[in-house]
């Protein structure tokens, strides 16, 4: 039987997220790019997921 792994989030990533997202919606004046970077991060997370012992470079 495999493995079960329960993803959890820190808080510091929510934070760096957030900042982040802030900087390219605000400062930045493109909605769409910090639109663009929360879906790649969903997907990034979604597919390491998948195999979370994998190292992924």
């Known amino acids: 039987m495999p493995r079960q792994y329960r993803l959890r989030y820190l808080p510091l990533f929510w934070d760096d997220l957030e ?5 390219v919606h605000d400062v930045l004046t493109n909605s769409a790019a910090a639109e663009r970077l929360l879906d790649r991060t ?4 979604l597919e390491h997921a998948k195999a979370p012992t994998v190292a992924q470079v």
């Open 19 to 23: 900042r982040a997202v802030f900087y």
């Open 42 to 45: 969903e997907e990034a997370i």
